[in-house]
């Protein structure tokens, strides 16, 4: 199956609810990050969450997710535009933790206490809007609820799933976001949210008819129409130009420290793991514009 996003509406124009397969990019992106089972686990729900915050943008708009916790993954990040791309990463990939009663262990990884902060270039030129909200389960899918409900104002429901298979990599990885929006019937939310308490495993809907199964099940008898899909990949958004602008914002004298005691620079991305090497005469360059920039 595809990876893809797809997006539904009910008849009476009141809840939406968009459902994503992100299995093949789930399993491309903790293979680069060399994530452990749980970090898997946990960067998987955060892509599956990233790549449907992303399908709410519009054209040329871009979308950022980081969640900082107080757990031993220390911070997870996704990125997401406008045209289906993602990317994620995660601050300690090799962070690991016993499952607990045959679930992972997904809030204790990230951490109980800490922040989840959203950002979102609108695509105007300024500064991007941020948003932060505390961590309130860690269990990700609830925490994105929580902001949508609480800084967005529009009363949200995400779930995400992923699964590994024997070997250790992803297997499945999907999510659904559910919102009321301005006209929504007080009988079909209730309606909506019971279903969601009832739904089985997301893997299994998937796995049995895909993205449009998982929004059958919940809408259930409710009438609704298929809005539209799109395709939802991996694209990485670093290249030699980002890295000198990334090494000139150190500073001339950073970077001098770095010429003498290295006589170069390494510097590898942290969302698809490519190296890149600065010789000495480069670094030299970078240096005699942050010394412009600055004034020295």
Same mark, same amino acid.
């Given at each position: ?9 009910? +008849? ?19 293979? !680069?990050?060399?994530?452990?089972? @749980?970090? /898997? ?6 892509? $599956? ?14 979308? $950022? ?7 031993? +993954?220390?911070?997870?990040?996704? =990125? ?10 995660? %601050? ?16 204790? +990884? ?18 991007? &809007? ?7 389960? /860690?269990?990700? %899918?609830?925490?994105?609820?929580? &902001? ?7 009363? /949200? ?17 999907? %999510?659904? +976001?559910?919102?009321? !929006? ?16 009832? !739904? ?5 809907? !998937? =796995? ?16 609704? @129409? ?36 290295? /006589? ?11 190296? &890149?090497?600065?010789?000495? $005469? =480069? ?6 514009? $942050?010394? =412009?920039?600055?004034?020295?």
């Amino acid at each position: 199956m595809a990876d893809q996003v797809v997006r539904a509406l009910c +008849l009476s124009g009141g809840i939406r609810i968009l459902v994503c397969n992100a299995s093949n990019l789930a399993r491309e992106i903790c293979t !680069l990050q060399q994530a452990s089972a @749980t970090a /898997s686990i946990a960067l998987s729900r955060g892509l $599956a969450g990233g790549a449907l915050m992303g399908a709410l943008l519009k054209d040329g708009q871009r979308t $950022a997710l980081k969640f900082e916790g107080n757990g031993p +993954l220390r911070k997870m990040i996704i =990125e997401a535009d406008s045209d289906g791309a993602v990317r994620g990463c995660v %601050g300690n990939p090799a962070a690991d933790l016993e499952v607990i009663n045959e679930k992972w262990d997904v809030a204790g +990884l990230i951490g109980r206490a800490g922040f989840l902060t959203v950002s979102k270039d609108l695509g105007f030129g300024g500064h991007p &809007y941020q948003g932060v909200v505390q961590l309130v389960s /860690s269990e990700v %899918g609830e925490d994105l609820a929580y &902001y949508l409900t609480d800084s967005e104002q529009t009363p /949200s429901a995400v779930g995400l799933g992923a699964t590994l298979a024997d070997d250790g990599l992803v297997a499945t990885c999907c %999510g659904f +976001l559910v919102q009321a !929006l301005p006209k929504a019937d007080d009988g079909e939310i209730g309606k909506i949210m019971a279903r969601i308490a009832e !739904l089985p495993a997301l893997s299994g809907l !998937l =796995e049995d008819g895909g993205a449009e199964r998982i929004i059958q099940d919940l809408f259930g008898d409710i009438p609704y @129409t298929v809005l539209e899909s799109h395709d939802i990949f991996f694209r990485c958004g670093c290249g030699q130009e980002k890295v000198e602008r990334a090494l000139i914002t150190l500073g001339a004298e950073e970077l001098r420290d770095m010429r003498t005691k290295e /006589s170069g620079a390494e510097v590898i991305c942290e969302f698809c793991r490519k190296e &890149y090497h600065l010789d000495g $005469a =480069e670094l030299d360059n970078l240096i005699k514009q $942050a010394s =412009e920039r600055s004034g020295d």
